[in-house]
């Protein structure tokens, strides 16, 4: 079942510009993953965030978590044409190993 | 070798066909799943193994039979399959049930 809501559902930016999708959830969860996809090929992980963490980067990826309200921020700084994808958060529950993925935000970069 | 390879990477095949997908991890991961992804969906996950057993069946209709020969290979027997199961199937492995590594995925055409 799909636990994840994500907003928007696409992004138009310019290279060079930030992009921030959105990922809200409805239960309480154990970690908070990202995941990206270019068109019609496999998912490739970016970050995973447990639940007792606020705030994590890698690269030029920021992502947020906030438990309180059930959402988390990914922030992806100077986009480049190559960061067109559909971005997907994913979530699982404590004692279960499974992923519930969200909607999907889809980003397009303009040269 | 942090790679997961599927094949194949297309395949059509009629209503009254039977055909395979195969999967092949060499990272020692112990799960290994299958999702089904139609387009502009996220994934949904069909079958979970566990150290070679199967372990989640999410009420995945019997015409896909899983199989996992050894700790490496998983397949996706298909047996009468109906035109609406058409969609990208992924592979995924993982060591510690959180983090999945996916292969590119094989996109099925049912006619």
Partial sequence: SQ????????????????????????TSINN??????????????????????REK?????????????KSSSLLITASRAADTA????????????KLSFGAGTTVTVRA | DTEVTQTPKHLVMGMTNKKSL???????HRA??????????????????SYEKLSINESVPS??????????????????????????YLCASSQDYYEQYFGPGTRLTVT
């Fill in chain 1, 3 to 26: 636990q994840g809501e994500e907003d928007p559902q696409a992004l138009s930016i310019q290279e060079g510009e930030n992009a921030t999708m959105n990922c809200s959830y409805k």
């Fill in chain 1, 32 to 53: 908070l993953q990202w995941y990206r996809q270019n068109s019609g090929r496999g998912l490739v992980h970016l970050i995973l965030i447990r639940s007792n963490e």
């Fill in chain 1, 57 to 69: 980067h890698s690269g030029r990826l920021r992502v947020t978590l906030d438990t309180s309200k």
């Fill in chain 1, 86 to 97: 559909s971005y997907f958060c994913a979530t699982d529950l404590p004692n279960d190993y």
């Fill in chain 2, 22 to 28: 195969k999967c092949e991890q060499h990272m020692g």
């Fill in chain 2, 32 to 49: 290994m799943y299958w999702y089904k992804q139609k387009a502009k969906k996220p994934p949904e996950l069909m079958f979970v193994y």
């Fill in chain 2, 63 to 88: 015409r896909f039979s899983p199989e996992c020969p050894n700790s490496s290979l998983l397949n996706l027997h298909l047996h009468a399959l109906q035109p609406e199961d058409s969609a990208l």
